[in-house]
């Protein structure tokens, strides 16, 4: 799916001369980054950091990723780097162990935005990243072990990633989706490996049915997901998670 993305997008990228990088108010109407990481960030300046500038291409160094660093609890560091050749994202752990866990074609730089890992959460289990966001979704998101960066599962677009809450932090200790058939909403506690199937009636037919969900609640143990019916109409769900 992330290829095929790639590819699509290299074909706007070169019929086009005239490229302009979307607006960030624009783009962050659909995905938003760094939508829950509250951990320490590590400002690291382009002089200080080897691969984290392009000479041949300087409108890179403006339209592309930043070159902080990001601290995580296990003392493992996340970070992106980039030259006029490749950009990429560095799992570092405790042990000064390298992982690149992430790459975008240089060409798509003003993509990586939209293309590249970005970190939703740190669970305990592992670093939820979202990807391969087309203009108006859906997007991949993937999660990671935080020691040795390999891939521990994968999720197609989620229920409220990106707007639950008005901090934009994703503060819930759980991932939302639906089934393959729709037929069921998935509430997946990352770190307890449990997942609950909660039936879902209504049929949502929009391109991307989980953008059909506006808000979700947690109010003790009781999870409210509001969402709008195909003719508009606002409805709400409401699971009493202390049944399970």
């Given at each position: 799916?992330?290829?095929?993305?790639?590819?699509?997008?290299?074909?706007?990228?070169?019929?086009?001369?005239?490229?302009?990088?979307?607006?960030?108010?624009?783009?962050?109407?659909?995905?938003?980054?760094?939508?829950?990481?509250?951990?320490?960030?590590?400002?690291?300046?382009?002089?200080?950091?080897?691969?984290?500038?392009?000479?041949?291409?300087?409108?890179?160094?403006?339209?592309?990723?930043?070159c902080d660093t990001t601290r995580l609890s296990n003392q493992s560091t996340i970070y992106w780097q980039?030259?006029?050749?490749?950009?990429?994202?560095?799992?570092?752990?405790?042990?000064?162990?390298?992982?690149?866990?992430?790459?975008?074609?240089?060409?798509?730089?003003?993509?990586?935005?939209?293309?590249?890992?970005?970190?939703?959460?740190?669970?305990?289990?592992?670093?939820?990243?979202?990807?391969?966001?087309?203009?108006?979704?859906?997007?991949?998101?993937?999660?990671?072990?935080?020691?040795?960066?390999?891939?521990?599962?994968?999720?197609?677009?989620?229920?409220?990633?990106?707007?639950?809450?008005?901090?934009?932090?994703?503060?819930?200790?759980?991932?939302?989706?639906?089934?393959?058939?729709?037929?069921?909403?998935?509430?997946?506690?990352?770190?307890?490996?449990?997942?609950?199937?909660?039936?879902?009636?209504?049929?949502?037919?929009?391109?991307?049915?989980?953008?059909?969900?506006?808000?979700?609640?947690?109010?003790?143990?009781?999870?409210?997901l509001q969402y709008y019916s195909d003719n508009g109409t606002p409805k709400a769900l409401k699971i009493?998670?202390?049944?399970?």
């Amino acid at each position: 799916m992330k290829i095929f993305i790639y590819l699509f997008l290299s074909i706007i990228y070169f019929s086009s001369c005239n490229y302009t990088r979307e607006t960030k108010n624009k783009i962050t109407t659909v995905i938003q980054t760094d939508t829950s990481v509250n951990k320490k960030r590590v400002l690291v300046s382009h002089k200080n950091r080897t691969n984290c500038f392009c000479d041949r291409n300087t409108s890179m160094n403006e339209a592309t990723v930043s070159c902080d660093t990001t601290r995580l609890s296990n003392q493992s560091t996340i970070y992106w780097q980039y030259n006029c050749d490749r950009i990429w994202l560095t799992l570092e752990n405790k042990k000064k162990e390298k992982f690149v866990i992430d790459s975008v074609p240089p060409e798509l730089y003003g993509y990586t935005y939209r293309l590249g890992y970005h970190l939703i959460k740190e669970f305990d289990s592992g670093l939820l990243f979202r990807s391969g966001c087309p203009a108006n979704g859906p997007c991949i998101y993937t999660l990671i072990n935080k020691y040795n960066g390999k891939v521990l599962d994968e999720f197609n677009q989620l229920i409220c990633i990106e707007k639950s809450s008005n901090d934009s932090k994703y503060n819930f200790n759980f991932i939302v989706y639906f089934s393959a058939n729709q037929s069921y909403l998935i509430i997946n506690y990352l770190d307890k490996n449990k997942r609950l199937k909660i039936p879902f009636q209504e049929k949502l037919t929009a391109a991307v049915p989980e953008q059909q969900f506006d808000k979700m609640i947690l109010d003790q143990y009781i999870l409210t997901l509001q969402y709008y019916s195909d003719n508009g109409t606002p409805k709400a769900l409401k699971i009493n998670l202390a049944d399970f």
